[in-house]
């Protein structure tokens, strides 16, 4: 199965700029190829999104979101369909950050006091040594000895401005 997978990489994506939609045997390959992966992979539900050139040419869902027992039930996925990517977002968050530390004068060793600041936003952690000393490369690798504190997240009562300035309740 992998080696269909590279091949629908490979036959939707060479060429940079082509932007055509996709054609109806396109279509055919690429809705097969998902449900047989779908298959092997016991995979009730996914969304798929590509883009070529830059240009969305397709966006839907495959499958179901929640599959219950009951079948009247049961919730298509949609290419709106939101699922918890759990621990990948910290893969989005360690490749957003390499494309900014190459594309400015950031480092992994720079402060991250230092960025807020630049940015207008006050920022602060529990202890002053950790507020002037604390890098995107311990943030990324989770060395603040700041303990895990998900259930503010969980709670979903505070906004991502309002999160920031409560860092520095969060004892090491």
């Keep these: ?10 036959m939707l994506f060479v060429g940079g700029g082509y932007t055509q939609e996709l054609t109806q045997k396109e279509l055919q390959f690429v809705d097969d190829l998902i449900r047989k992966f779908m ?3 016991d995979i009730v539900g996914m969304p798929l999104t590509l883009v070529r050139g830059g240009k969305t040419i397709l966006a839907k869902g495959y499958g179901l979101a929640q599959d ?5 039930r049961d919730v298509p996925v949609t290419n709106k369909t939101i ?4 621990s990948v977002s910290k893969h989005f968050t360690g ?10 004068n950031l480092t992994w060793d720079s402060p991250v006091s230092d960025i807020m600041w ?5 920022f602060h952690f529990y202890d002053p ?19 895990g504190h998900e259930s503010i997240l969980a709670a979903d009562v505070f ?11 969060l004892r090491p």
Aim: net charge negative; with cysteine; proline share 4%.
């Design 1 to 10: 199965m992998s080696r269909s997978i590279l091949l629908l990489i490979g």
């Design 39 to 41: 298959d092997c992979n």
């Design 68 to 72: 219950y027992d009951d079948d009247e």
């Design 83 to 86: 699922f918890p990517v759990a």
């Design 95 to 104: 490749t957003i950050l390499s494309h900014l530390i190459e594309k400015t």
């Design 118 to 122: 630049s940015l207008g936003e006050e």
């Design 129 to 147: 040594w950790r507020t002037k000393e604390v890098s995107l490369r311990d943030i990324i690798a989770h060395k603040t000895g700041i303990p």
């Design 159 to 169: 906004s991502r401005e309002e999160i920031i300035p409560r860092l520095r309740f």
